[in-house]
């Protein structure tokens, strides 16, 4: 079995802002050999956070997939309302779920999904190799209803499950995956009866669908909007596809496929509504990927309006190179600004990448040239997200952006400012981005067939346990959280990371103060270094204890930003954060 070599150090984040929170932490659920697959915000029965995982090295016995349910900081707590619960399949058999009784354990599951309802109970789906199950949960993660809807004989290949709730019709959700490459997409009640379903066969044209993201659409007739990648298995490369059909599950509405000139690689995988009105009115947000010849793949961010046509389209070429799909976008209002942001989560051999964006498409900077946060979970296993939230609902709330995954074998919660910043993330730059619309392909749907039919010999059994805390890299330095700027307002950071030496103010403007405490005397080196690595020799001399030593940060030139203040006392070294405010 797995292990995390990095389990070891608790993250000492000092902190002067919002001290009741974990923001600018990262925190770690200790439940060995778990794979997180979904990850979202609860609002219905309070604040906090719902993941979905799956046994990643399940042995017969073990359960198949956990279900978290926390509080605000990714920990578990009274109420009975915040759980983690172990949920074990049971069906007729192993190799065919739905025959007579007596039940046995289903050895596999490949994901979850697990979402809040309007109702304050919750709804899952997921995917074994026969077939696709569903269950609603009550407030305390207990199973309420249940149902498994087998795949046709001879089923070889499957995609994830995804669910959405239907707000036209109430307490009703989409189901959406694929088999043999169809994609079939059904309309469930919170029993998991089958209201409607539809199955869009391609592969008589030689087309595989593959979707990754399902969202209702809010705007004008609530169509259900389907994206993920298409491909020929005769040779031809993967397509990004946007679809939308009735909420009735009857007719397509869009059915267009975009690729860039050049790529042999193109998905949509993630969507999120935008609130935005860029491109004349609100529509939505959807990320994926787009590789070109000249270089190893590109992260791809575009808006469409409220009728699936697209409004503009960003690839982004960020400094770490490899794959960089988009996993998961979030939008969010600054009030300061009076626009719109949006967050772009992505994956790369260094960790998770974050690309902050604006409403139209264009990366932003907080510290530097189209900022790039870079999170490194771990050196060993760098984490892969599977999603992120964000929580902008006003000034009296903890407010920041939410990052779900794995690494190694254990889930996280990475809880980061809006400016990107936690103690364990690094500040890169993106390279280059380009706005050149994709091409534009339309398909002709193939006439629907019946998807699949439920079997009631099924059930799923849980179990309650689980436990969780904070905690980064041994290898990482770990400064003060920066500036929780949900406003961009200039709200201090935490001004010291030793006991016996003080750093004021912070943020500076142009004078920075250094006073040393407890020792009679001390031999002091100062060194500022910016982002880019690039080091500026202050000061070097003994000072005695309570002396004041008086940096002109002003008469230096420096652009404002973030900087490294490192402290060498006597052999020792401290770093400190500083924000440089100069007017």
Not at 101 to 107: A, R, S, Y
Not at 248 to 259: F, I, K, R
Not at 551 to 571: R, S, T
Request: hydrophobic content about 35%; charged content about 10%.
């Amino acid at each position: 079995m797995k292990k995390l070599s990095l389990l070891a150090a608790l993250c000492v984040l000092a902190m002067s802002i919002k001290a009741q929170n974990s923001y600018g932490s990262i925190q770690y659920n200790h439940l060995p050999s778990n794979d997180c697959t979904s990850g979202f915000l609860t609002s219905v029965n309070g604040p906090g956070f719902l993941m979905g995982s799956i046994n990643s090295y399940y042995n017969y016995g073990q359960p198949n997939f956990f279900v978290d349910r926390t509080n605000t900081n990714g920990q578990f707590s009274v109420p009975a309302t915040f759980f983690r619960r172990a949920y074990t399949l049971m069906g007729g058999s192993p190799g065919n779920p739905c025959i007579a009784p007596p039940l046995t354990q289903i050895n596999t599951c490949s994901n979850v999904q697990v979402i809040e309802a309007a109702s304050g109970n919750y709804a899952l789906v997921g995917t074994t190799d026969m077939g696709i199950f569903y269950a609603e949960l009550g407030v305390n993660g207990g199973v309420l209803n249940q149902k498994f809807y087998p795949f046709p004989s001879g089923t070889i290949t499957w995609s994830k499950a995804l669910i959405t709730e239907s707000f036209v019709f109430p307490n009703e959700f989409f189901i959406v995956g694929s088999y043999n490459f169809k994609m079939y997409l059904m309309r469930v009640d919170n029993a998991g009866v089958i209201q409607a379903q539809y199955l869009n066969d391609q592969t008589g044209t030689g087309d595989n669908l593959q979707p990754w993201a399902i969202i209702e659409s809010p705007y004008g007739s609530q169509n259900l909007v389907v994206v993920g990648s298409m491909f020929n298995y005769n040779g031809s490369q993967p397509q990004a596809f946007y679809y939308e059909i009735d909420n009735g599950l009857t007719t397509p509405a869009v059915n267009n496929y975009y690729s860039h000139t050049g790529s042999p690689y193109a998905s949509f995988n993630s969507i999120t509504i935008s609130n935005s009105n860029s491109g004349g009115s609100p529509g939505f947000l959807v990320g994926g990927y787009s590789k070109l010849p000249s270089i190893s793949g590109q992260s791809w961010v575009t808006r469409f309006d409220q009728t699936g046509n697209m409004v503009w389209s960003t690839l982004i070429d960020g400094s770490i190179s490899l794959s960089r799909i988009v996993h998961g976008i979030t939008e969010r209002y600054s009030a300061a600004n009076s626009t719109y942001e949006n967050y772009n989560m992505a994956v790369s051999p260094a960790g998770i990448v974050v690309y902050k964006m604006d409403e139209n498409g264009i990366p932003m900077s907080t510290y530097g040239l189209f900022d790039e946060f870079n999170y490194a979970i771990s050196t060993s296993n760098p984490g892969l997200p599977v999603a992120i939230t964000s929580n902008n609902l006003g000034a009296t709330q903890d407010v920041g952006l939410h990052i779900y995954g794995t690494s190694g074998t254990y889930n996280y919660l990475a809880q980061s400012y809006f400016s990107g910043e936690t103690g364990c993330s690094a500040i890169t730059y993106i390279n280059a981005y380009d706005q050149t619309m994709p091409n534009l392909t339309t398909w002709a749907d193939i006439t629907p067939a019946p998807a699949m039919n439920p079997c009631t010999n099924f059930q799923i059994n849980s179990v309650i346990g689980g436990s969780s805390q904070v905690i980064c890299p041994l290898n990482v330095s770990l400064p003060a959280p920066a500036t929780n700027n949900k406003q961009m307002t200039s709200t201090s950071i935490a001004e010291n990371s030793s006991d016996e030496i003080t750093v004021f103010p912070n943020p500076v403007k142009d004078k920075l103060y250094i006073e040393l405490k407890g020792k009679n005397s001390s031999s002091i080196s100062l060194t500022l270094t910016d982002v880019l690595g690039r080091q500026i020799k202050l000061d070097e001399k003994t000072v005695v204890s309570g002396e004041r030593i008086e940096v002109n940060l002003d008469k230096l030139n420096l652009p404002k930003g973030i900087y490294n203040l490192e402290i060498q006392e006597n052999g020792t070294v401290t770093k400190q954060k500083i924000v440089y405010s100069a007017e």
